[in-house]
């Protein structure tokens, strides 16, 4: 087994493509997942506040494995990502890891946060748990077996996402009805889009900023130029079902986006909205109209895409949900 370290381009190497595509292009929404692989892989080489260095691993001259050192400046001190990790089964992760160390350790790096490729705002996650469920869209890909390989690395801490789904509403509906009705008086108006304006993109994009900055686990702050790079307008519309857009005298204070997997499936993204008006039931308000849409639409399903463990929306009920897939993202010391 040869580790080489390589120069980055701003495309993937080919090798990492076609392995890539070997691993998981028979599984549906394939190319959905292998583009936003793709976007990561050179959103690393092209950003200046990002030092990427990529490792392959190579048996009788074809790749085996692949892992990447992703030393972003705008992390605590010491901290980086490790991520694009993809592995043969039969490959024990300890030399690989050891190489991946060793270069770490060589940058000044002691905690090691992943496996992510890019950053938190993109696309991966590994698979902790999962039913016989095909990937929906915008779903990360992992192999089952890359939980327990990294598992084995010892981290010192575990951040668990699921996604789940639900296929009756009436309950739901019936229990966060309360805070839709309320919103009229209390000043706050949802309005529905299917086209995002450079404005409205902006005003997301300090939302986001506002509301992630304060979940730790990882988070970089994106400037507006890469904020548009991963969720310009024309990216959003091409995958956008409805962007839901909270106001308050006129004033963005909240969103939440929706996607189609297919005729009868709806994908719930994040529901976000501004420290000062959490706790108001408005998530739930957001939710409400979400599913009463899908109602009218003709959905049949809602699936509720990568949802951090700790979240608990208040009063949302999840006993009629099944939760399909569970992710897990770690805190290696190194």
């Not at 420290?275 to 399903?301: R, S």
Request: charged share 30%; with cysteine; net charge positive.
């Amino acid at each position: 087994m040869k580790i080489i370290k390589y120069q980055p381009r701003e495309n993937p190497i080919p090798e990492l493509l076609t392995f890539v595509r070997e691993k998981y292009g028979d599984k549906k929404n394939f190319d959905f997942f292998f583009s936003d692989f793709q976007k990561a892989y050179s959103f690393c080489v092209e950003n200046p506040n990002i030092n990427f260095i990529p490792f392959s691993i190579l048996e009788d001259k074809q790749l085996v494995a692949h892992i990447a050192l992703i030393i972003d400046k705008r992390l605590p001190r010491g901290k980086a990502f490790l991520g694009f990790f993809e592995i043969n089964q039969r490959l024990p992760l300890f030399e690989i890891w050891e190489k991946l160390r060793e270069e770490a350790r060589k940058m000044g790096i002691s905690r090691l946060l992943g496996p992510v490729n890019g950053s938190i705002w993109h696309q991966y996650r590994c698979i902790k748990g999962t039913d016989d469920s095909e990937y929906f869209k915008s779903e990360p890909m992992s192999e089952s077996y890359y939980y327990k390989l990294l598992t084995q690395m010892k981290p010192v801490s575990e951040v668990s996402y699921y996604s789940a789904s639900r296929e009756k509403f009436d309950k739901v509906m019936r229990v966060i009805e309360t805070g839709f009705k309320k919103l009229a008086t209390a000043g706050f108006e949802i309005k529905e889009v299917r086209k995002v304006s450079y404005e409205q993109l902006g005003t997301i994009a300090e939302i986001s900023r506002i509301v992630f900055s304060n979940t730790g686990w990882g988070y970089t702050e994106l400037t507006d130029k890469e904020f548009l790079q991963l969720y310009s307008s024309d990216k959003l519309e091409l995958h956008l079902n409805k962007l839901y857009l909270l106001f308050k005298d006129q004033q963005i204070v909240g969103y939440c986006g929706t996607s189609k997997e297919n005729e009868r499936t709806l994908i719930l993204k994040t529901i976000c909205i501004l420290p000062k008006y959490q706790g108001l039931g408005l998530g739930n308000a957001i939710a409400y109209k979400v599913h009463l849409d899908a109602q009218k639409e003709g959905f049949k399903k809602v699936i509720y895409a990568l949802i951090r463990e700790e979240n608990q929306v208040k009063n949302f009920p999840k006993d009629d949900t099944v939760i399909f897939r569970r992710y897990a993202a770690f805190e290696f010391k190194i």
